[in-house]
């Protein structure tokens, strides 16, 4: 069974970087698609970045285009990393994973972390 866990959470200045990892997403069976979402207070849960789970295809958010990275290095770890931080990126992130690329970016995916909060103040 999958279970992805998120660390690396924190607090940033504008402009400044925070790294996310997620591990637990792959298994000696099967490696997963994964993705980063993020929610802020009162609003919806947002895609940010996914990855193919052989990490040869990745896509992103608007806004987060060129400031953000994802990546894995091997099968159960991906991480993203965050620069020029905006305080607008403040939000609970969480990690997913699925079956496919196409599904994290629909949303349907088959298990969620606990989620990490990354704070940006101004």
């Known amino acids: 069974q999958v279970q992805p866990v998120e660390s690396g959470g924190g607090l940033a200045q504008a402009g400044g970087s925070l790294r996310l990892s997620c591990a637990g997403v792959?298994?000696?069976?099967?490696?997963?698609?994964v993705g980063w979402f993020r929610q802020a207070p009162g609003k919806d849960r947002e895609i940010v970045a996914g990855?193919?789970?052989?990490?040869?295809?990745t896509d992103y958010a608007d806004s987060v285009k060129g400031r953000f990275t994802i990546s894995r290095d091997n099968a159960n770890t991906v991480d993203l990393q965050m620069n020029n931080l905006k305080p607008e990126d403040t939000a609970v992130y969480y990690c997913?994973?699925?079956?496919?690329?196409?599904?994290?970016?629909?949303?349907?995916?088959?298990?969620w972390g606990q989620g990490t909060q990354v704070t940006v103040s101004s």
């Open positions: 990855i193919s789970w052989g990490g040869g295809s």
């Open positions: 997913a994973a699925a079956t496919s690329l196409s599904r994290i970016l629909a949303g349907d995916v088959v298990a």
């Open positions: 792959g298994r000696t069976t099967r490696t997963y698609a």
